[in-house]
């Protein structure tokens, strides 16, 4: 009996949480490919569940630079449980499947550079799209009062200082973007 007892408690986290985990990945550019430890498993934006035991993901798509992310991890607390009821055999199940880790974040945003594209040109645009889509509540009320220090901040980092010019996009922008802040960014 309590050898079976020791079995049963055995992976205790591969049992309590699994060896898979629901993943979001994103892009600036749609349809570009998604591998985990070269293995595609979908195409951006991706959401889906994928094994725990990853490390590293690739995005590629033609005519743009690959980029490449390291996956982060941590322990499960069922892992420590583990540890006090079910020992090394158990410990190692878990580790063997991953089901000791779960990725944190669970998100992650990848952006690809167009080839030829300045490396200056990229961060540009990468921080315009940031600051857009993290203020994008506030530009919406910057642009209802017809003025404000987000929509200027937001102009001036666009080049476009002169807000009045540059509002009627930036309004067509965010309302062609029906709330969703990733896609205001990629408008803007």
């Not at 049963?8 to 570009?32: E, W, Y």
């Not at 994928?50 to 490449?68: F, M």
């Not at 490396?119 to 642009?143: C, H, K, P, T, W």
């Amino acid at each position: 009996m309590l050898v079976g007892g020791g079995l049963a408690l055995a992976g205790c986290a591969t049992l309590a949480t699994g060896t898979r985990q629901q993943i979001t990945i994103t892009s600036n550019v749609d349809g570009a490919d998604v591998y985990l430890d070269g293995v595609k498993i979908g195409t951006t934006p991706f959401n889906g569940s994928v094994k725990k035991n990853g490390t590293s993901l690739r995005i590629e798509k033609a005519g743009y630079k690959a980029g490449t992310v390291t996956l982060s991890k941590t322990l499960v607390p069922m892992f420590w449980g583990n540890i006090i009821c079910g020992g090394t055999v158990g410990s190692i199940t878990d580790f063997a499947s991953g089901a000791a880790y779960s990725y944190a974040p669970a998100t992650y945003q990848v952006d690809l550079r167009a080839e030829g594209q300045s490396l200056d040109d990229f961060s540009r645009r990468g921080a315009v799209r940031q600051f857009a889509m993290v203020y994008a509540n506030e530009i919406s009320q910057d642009l209802a009062r017809g003025r404000g220090d987000h929509l200027a901040a937001l102009c001036c980092l666009l080049g476009y200082p002169d807000e009045a010019k540059t509002a009627a996009a930036i309004r067509s922008a965010l309302q062609e973007s029906a709330g969703d802040q990733a896609a205001f960014g990629d408008r803007v």
